[in-house]
């Protein structure tokens, strides 16, 4: 079985679709799971909610997601992020708004769970650090856990005496499953912050026991063009360019 993870979408139609071309292009993929924060800065919350809706085989709920519907408080988001939230809002029909309303903090699908910040914190934690996994390891069962939030392709592989090691993720270095306990970030599609602008999503083939990242170039310049169109704030439609 091959299994697609996707996070971040944030709202971003052209990376979204250039994503999933990608996948046909690398072979079947018999599931897609999706990690959070659908909505959020972009220009097509609609858009790629309808196309989640009919993609996707497992998806929790991000901040951006909760925040967008008003189940958590934009209080503690930047001003740029809260004003394009709060535009979001406006745009979601009942329709989206029930499906994000439904989605769950914490998913498990075989021997992995799949959160958006973390397991222990799915909707607000940060997962950056090797200190801040290994507190993580008790939060979920499985062998392997999946999150976003941070935006940026990360593997933290945890040994039997629960020390952690962190490492970029990269598409020419795909993690075994053999490594361990593993706690595993694909980076984001609609909004990268590694520094590289082009959308980034993760496989994993059963069969081979591994997870490969794959990073996929979109038309940054047709999202941005549409945001500035719609009075989105000029900072999120800039940093779209450089993966920041």
Known sequence: MRYAVIADIHSNLEA?????????????????????????????PGECLTILRQTTNICVAG???????????????????????????QQLSNE?????????????????TLAHGSPRE????????SGAALQNLTYFRTQFCLVGHSHQPIVFSCDETEDCSARYFLPDNPVATSE??????????????DGNPDAAYAIYDSEQQLVRLYRVPYDIRSTQEKMQAHGLPVRLSARLSYGV
């Open 180 to 193: 361990g306990r593993l706690i595993i970030n694909p980076g984001s599609v609609g909004q990268p912050r």
């Open 16 to 44: 979204l679709t250039a994503v999933l071309d990608d996948m046909a292009n690398q072979g079947r993929v018999d599931e897609i799971w999706c990690l959070g924060d659908i909505v959020g800065y972009g220009p097509d």
């Open 122 to 129: 799915p909707i607000r934690e940060y997962l950056l650090s």
């Open 63 to 89: 901040n951006h997601d909760w925040a967008a519907v008003g189940k958590i408080s934009t209080s503690d988001f930047n001003p740029d992020a809260a004003a394009a939230n709060q535009w979001t809002a």
């Open 96 to 112: 989206d708004i029930e499906y994000i309303r439904d989605l769950p903090l914490i998913s498990e699908a075989g021997d992995f």
